[in-house]
């Protein structure tokens, strides 16, 4: 039972467009939810928390819909820099749970 | 800016054998957590360790598992007898409540 699903993709993307991710959930009871990129063989890093009313950094915008159990991501404005995996987690019991990833690749 | 430490970057071992994985984590968090992800795969919660015991372990986290922040400082992950596998990337993090800083893990190999 995946409790965390995510496209794996990858998402092919040209410079400068603008791509969303969604990433859905199983457990209702879960508290809260991240955005983590993980680029190649490195250490996932926060992106963003994601908050009942939605959550803006720059070209970064994460929402989440309760009712339908997703939270979403939205980039802007793509640079080539933004290519890498984005893991979505959720917290329940004081755990993250993670998705497998959604993987980017922004062309020129 | 502080950041969390893990050695070595890559182990090597034998099945069987015992290895002990190390992190400094960022000296003002509270909760340290280990995770693994074995390549090309997800992300798996193993352990949290919060005032000097273990709060939540995953089901991967058996007998064959322990963790120990004995100065304060450090914090291990021991594997006590490893098994093929358990290769993976093993990343050691701090924070709380999801906000999480990741080590940039150990790469364990074993053969």
């Known amino acids: 039972r995946k409790e965390v699903e995510q496209d794996p993709g990858p998402f092919n993307v040209p410079e400068g467009a603008t791509v969303a991710f969604n990433c859905t959930y199983s457990?209702?009871?879960?508290?809260?939810f991240f955005w983590y990129r993980q680029d190649c063989r490195k250490e996932p890093k926060l992106l963003m928390s994601?908050?009942?009313?939605?959550n803006e950094d720059g070209r970064f915008t994460a929402q989440l819909n309760r009712a339908s159990q997703y939270i979403s991501l939205l980039i802007r404005d793509s640079k080539l820099s933004d290519s890498a995996t984005y893991l979505c987690a959720s917290l329940s019991n004081y755990q993250l749970i993670w998705g497998a990833g959604t993987k980017l690749i922004i062309k020129p | 800016e502080p950041e969390v430490t893990q050695t070595p970057s890559h182990q090597v071992t034998q099945m069987g054998q015992e290895v002990i994985l190390r992190c400094v984590p960022i000296?003002?968090?509270?909760?340290f957590y280990w995770y693994r992800q074995i390549l090309g795969q997800k992300v798996e919660f193993l352990v949290s360790?919060?005032?000097?015991?273990?709060?939540?372990k995953s089901e991967i986290f058996d007998d064959q598992f322990s963790v120990e922040r004995p100065d304060g400082s450090n914090f291990t992950l021991k594997i006590r007898s490893t098994k093929l596998e358990d290769s993976a990337m093993y990343f050691c993090a701090g924070g709380t409540s999801g906000r999480e800083y990741f080590g940039p893990g150990t790469r364990l190999t074993v053969t």
């Open positions: 994601v908050y009942s009313s939605g």
């Open positions: 457990n209702s009871a879960s508290q809260s």
């Open positions: 000296s003002n968090h509270l909760y």
């Open positions: 360790f919060y005032n000097n015991e273990i709060s939540e």
